[in-house]
C-alpha cells in the first residue's frame, strides 16, 4: 500500500517558492502489520502559480532483517482552490502518481483535499487522501484512506507545539475493528531559522500507537529549506 510519511501536509501554494524537504520516521515496538525499522520521504515542490505547484517525491523504507531501499517514485501536483490571506480557512486538492520501485508491486494514485484553518497563533490542518493501486498487480477493489491531522499553537515566530495524529486503513471495503487499523498520535516540536531566502524549518515528535496494528512509538522528524 502507499507509503506517505508522517507529515502533515498544508494547502497554502506561493509562487516561484522552491522547497526540499525529507520527513524521517524511526519504529519502536513493531505493531502486529508494521514490521519496519526506518522510513524517509525525499520532496521536491516549486510553486508554478499562486495556486499550483508541482511535486517530485521519493519514498525509502528498511523493514526488520532487511536494508534500506527505496520503493517509490512519485509525481504530482497541488492546486489551491481556497486561498487563505491571514486568519480563515485554505482548501486544495493534491493528486500523486506513485511509481512503485519493486518487483511485483502495484503503482498506486494518491488523491484527496487539504484543509487548514487559522485563527491567531493557532492553527488545525487536515489531509484527507484516497490511494487506488493501477497495473497488473493491483487489488481492483482495494481503496485505501490515510487521515492526517495537526493542532499547532505558535509561541513565537521561531518556535511552536502541537499535536499531530495519523490514521490508516488499507481496505475501506474490509475496514476491520479498529485494533486491525494504524492510528497513532502524539507532541511535535516546530522550529524555524533563517530569513526568508533561504528558510530553514525543522520539527520533531513521538506518535504513540494506539492500535494493536501500529508500532508502540514512531519517532518523526522533518526537515525543510525554502528558497
Known amino acids: 500500500m502507499a507509503s506517505a510519511q508522517f507529515y502533515v501536509r498544508s494547502p497554502d501554494v506561493e509562487k516561484g517558492d522552491l522547497a526540499v524537504e525529507e520527513h524521517g520516521a524511526v519504529y519502536s515496538g513493531p505493531g502486529e502489520e508494521e514490521q519496519r525499522r526506518q522510513s ?38 497541488q492546486y489551491e482552490i481556497i486561498e487563505r490571506q491571514g486568519d480563515g480557512l485554505g482548501f486544495a486538492f493534491r493528486t500523486i502518481y506513485e511509481f512503485a520501485l519493486q518487483d511485483h508491486s502495484p503503482d498506486e494514485i494518491l488523491f484527496g483535499p487539504l484543509a487548514k484553518y487559522v485563527v491567531g497563533r493557532d492553527s488545525a490542518t487536515i489531509n484527507t487522501f484516497f490511494i487506488g493501486q493501477l497495473g497488473d498487480e493491483a487489488e481492483i477493489e482495494s481503496l485505501e484512506l490515510k487521515v492526517n491531522w495537526r493542532l499547532k499553537h505558535e509561541f513565537g515566530d521561531k518556535f511552536a507545539l502541537g499535536v499531530e495524529g495519523y490514521s490508516e486503513i488499507e481496505d475501506l471495503a474490509h475496514a476491520g475493528t479498529f485494533e486491525d487499523q ?46
Open 40 to 77: 524517509h520521504e525525499v520532496e521536491l515542490k516549486y510553486g508554478f502559480t499562486d495556486r499550483w505547484e508541482g511535486i517530485v517525491e521519493g519514498f525509502f523504507r528498511q523493514d526488520i532483517g532487511e536494508s534500506l531501499t527505496a520503493r517509490q517514485f512519485e509525481l504530482g501536483g
Open 182 to 227: 494504524k492510528h497513532r498520535l502524539g507532541p511535535v516540536a516546530y522550529f524555524e531559522f533563517g530569513g526568508r531566502e533561504p528558510k530553514w524549518e525543522f520539527a520533531a515528535g513521538a506518535l504513540f500507537g494506539v492500535s494493536e496494528a501500529t508500532s508502540d512509538v514512531t519517532f518523526k522528524f522533518d526537515a525543510e529549506v525554502e528558497f
